[in-house]
């Protein structure tokens, strides 16, 4: 991520993606003038595409697969200085109450819709 010149680095990513957690956490620790940005991942439940539920079935509604898994992980990947990515950790946090958010590759309950909508807005308040 040297190429992005920023404070504040959000990546919105998924567990079933090219890259592993561990790859992007540390393309996302350089900062664009080689400096080491602090970094942080929210993760949390999300149910897949449609796609994995009905593409099981040929044109003609004939069986041919089956399901396989129907959620994955989504990931906010937070990059930039120390206080500003604990501010943006605190307020994911207090946005999403109820909701268990932690830093690191655990997966979190919680839809998320609701969760990107409040993080959103409370990014807003903390940068």
Known sequence: MRSVDCDLLVLSYNNESWLGLDELEDMCSVGHDGSTRSVAT???DS???????????DPSG???GRVGHLSNQELLVIAGE???VR????AAESATAGT??????AAT???PDQVAAAFADRLQQAT
């Not at 501010?87 to 605190?90: F, I, K, N």
């Not at 268990?100 to 590759?105: A, I, M, P, Q, W």
Request: no cysteine; hydrophobic share 50%.
């Open 42 to 44: 929210l993760a949390f």
């Open 82 to 84: 120390e206080a500003t």
């Open 87 to 90: 501010r943006v950790v605190a």
């Open 100 to 105: 268990r958010l932690t830093t690191g590759s």
């Open 62 to 64: 004939r069986k041919v």
């Open 109 to 111: 309950g919680g839809a």
């Open 47 to 57: 149910a897949r595409y449609v796609g994995a539920r009905i593409g099981i079935f």
